[in-house]
T-cell receptor, first 112, second 110 residues
Framework: EAQVTQNPRYLITVTGKKLTVTCSQN?????MSWYRQDPGLGLRQIYY???????DKGDVPEGYKVSRKEKRNFPLILESPSPNQTSLYFC???????????FGPGTRLTVT | SQQGEEDPQALSIQEGENATMNCSYKTSINNLQWYRQNSGRGLVHLIL?????REKHSGRLRVTLDTSKKSSSLLITASRAADTASYFCATDNNTDKLIFGTGTRLQVFP
């Protein structure tokens, strides 16, 4: 089954404790992206990647890092999480040249 | 930067009625997409309309696009309780970024 998976689905952590949210897709998509969703603000793009070893900042990159060492994986790294990063995070992918994005199920992160 | 804004923010209707949601955006676009999100779940692509198209249909969905007014509407006909979800428009202006609006929460009562 074609899908985007994220882990973990739920995470409660404390300020300053480094964490990684994994994202993997099995559709051989070139493009991958991370979004955060907050009430009243819709989805905002954090980082995106056009292909392996190619990443770029979205609209809200501060406090986040990403890497794209393999085509299927695009982990999101929070080196020193803060409470304002409490949010619902989505990973998405699409085929190069296509427009439709496929979303993962989301990761609900709470930073206390 | 927020590109799209949906209107209304929330909409409640009875099963069988039509639901109309509107999206306004700020800059020129390559295409506009509509996505659906069930509560707390990932978004699912519904339909795409290109900037040179004015109307598009897919099953019970009808999308219109008015580039002169920088607006789009999504019509769901003969709504069902299963249509209850949030609906987002997303614009693509050829910058490799998809910019989402704030969404319309649709509640369909049986």
């Amino acid at each position: 089954e074609a899908q985007v998976t994220q882990n973990p689905r739920y995470l409660i952590t404390v300020t300053g404790k480094k964490l990684t949210v994994t994202c993997s897709q099995n559709m051989n998509h070139e493009y991958m992206s991370w979004y955060r969703q907050d009430p009243g603000l819709g989805l905002r793009q954090i980082y995106y990647s056009m292909n392996v070893e190619v990443t770029d900042k979205g609209d809200v990159p501060e406090g986040y890092k990403v890497s794209r060492k393999e085509k299927r994986n695009f982990p999101l790294i929070l080196e020193s999480p803060s409470p304002n990063q409490t949010s619902l995070y989505f990973c998405a992918s699409r085929r190069q040249g296509a427009y439709e994005q496929y979303f993962g199920p989301g990761t609900r992160l709470t930073v206390t | 930067s927020q590109q799209g804004e949906e209107d209304p923010q929330a909409l409640s209707i009875q099963e069988g009625e039509n639901a109309t949601m509107n999206c306004s955006y700020k800059t020129s676009i390559n295409n506009l997409q509509w996505y659906r999100q069930n509560s707390g779940r990932g978004l699912v692509h519904l339909i795409l309309i290109r900037s040179n198209e004015r109307e598009k249909h897919s099953g019970r969905l009808r999308v219109t696009l008015d580039t002169s007014k920088k607006s789009s509407s999504l019509l769901i006909t003969a709504s069902r309780a299963a249509d209850t979800a949030s609906y987002f428009c997303a614009t693509d202006n050829n910058t490799d970024k998809l910019i989402f609006g704030t969404g319309t929460r649709l509640q369909v009562f049986p």
